[in-house]
């Protein structure tokens, strides 16, 4: 069965290839498609925003689609930034700028700052919908460390570890992800259908 990715990040989509490897379902990406179609996010939770993907890409291509969208919700903050992760310090922001922004914020609460990334992973064939949630619970630290990663990683320190995100390598990042246990929860009923 081919299903198509709904992302043009090729790290993310390197990532989900990986782990339906050794499967009966081929994971095509936007880019493997040569489509740079990039979906406006205009939910308000996750789930709506992996479902506006993956319906619109849905109508494209009438193929399966996988989707995902994921943030960062801490405790302190009422859960933001959310759904506006990537863009928290504004349109064009960096992610140091969006690293600042949250590390002000936390500044008049008190230690420790917890929080969880959240990914919500969604499966569209224009009947049924599947959707998975994986989190990855930790706290905020007020000091960027590490060179790996993207976006929070360098001030995310995940429950049972003394390191940051951006202090793992990819492998230890994707053993414990947010996203690859929403996936691997897609990746397991997919495949469970197909046998069927």
Same mark, same amino acid.
């Given at each position: 069965?081919?299903v198509v990715f709904?992302?043009? *990040? !090729?790290?993310?989509?390197? /990532?989900? @290839?990986?782990?339906?490897?050794?499967?009966?379902?081929?994971? %095509? +990406?936007? #880019?493997?498609?040569?489509?740079?179609?990039?979906?406006?996010?205009?939910?308000?939770?996750?789930?709506?925003?992996?479902?506006?993907?993956?319906?619109?890409?849905?109508?494209?291509?009438?193929?399966?689609?996988?989707?995902?969208?994921?943030?960062?919700?801490?405790?302190?903050?009422?859960?933001?930034?959310?759904?506006?992760?990537?863009?928290?310090?504004?349109?064009?922001?960096?992610?140091?700028?969006? *690293? !600042?922004?949250?590390?002000? /914020?936390? @500044?008049?609460?008190?230690?420790?700052?917890?929080?969880?990334? %959240? +990914?919500? #992973?969604?499966?569209?064939?224009?009947?049924?919908?599947?959707?998975?949630?994986?989190?990855?619970?930790?706290?905020?630290?007020?000091?960027?460390?590490?060179?790996?990663?993207?976006?929070?990683?360098?001030?995310?320190?995940?429950?049972?570890?003394?390191?940051?995100?951006?202090?793992?390598?990819?492998?230890?990042?994707?053993?414990?992800?947010?996203?690859?246990?929403?996936f691997e929860l897609?990746?397991?009923?997919?495949?469970?259908?197909?046998?069927?």
């Amino acid at each position: 069965m081919k299903v198509v990715f709904a992302t043009q *990040n !090729k790290g993310k989509s390197q /990532e989900v @290839k990986n782990l339906f490897e050794g499967t009966n379902i081929e994971i %095509v +990406s936007l #880019a493997d498609l040569g489509n740079d179609i990039d979906v406006e996010e205009t939910g308000t939770t996750f789930y709506e925003n992996a479902l506006l993907k993956a319906k619109t890409i849905y109508e494209i291509y009438k193929m399966p689609v996988i989707s995902d969208d994921s943030g960062l919700e801490i405790k302190q903050l009422g859960g933001r930034p959310g759904v506006y992760s990537a863009r928290y310090a504004g349109e064009n922001c960096t992610f140091d700028d969006n *690293n !600042k922004k949250v590390t002000e /914020e936390l @500044k008049s609460y008190r230690q420790p700052h917890r929080a969880k990334f %959240v +990914s919500q #992973a969604i499966y569209y064939d224009g009947k049924e919908i599947l959707s998975f949630t994986g989190e990855l619970p930790g706290r905020m630290i007020d000091k960027p460390r590490g060179n790996f990663g993207f976006g929070y990683d360098p001030i995310f320190i995940p429950d049972g570890f003394a390191n940051t995100l951006a202090e793992l390598t990819v492998e230890e990042k994707n053993m414990i992800s947010h996203r690859a246990k929403s996936f691997e929860l897609l990746r397991k009923e997919l495949i469970k259908r197909i046998k069927k």
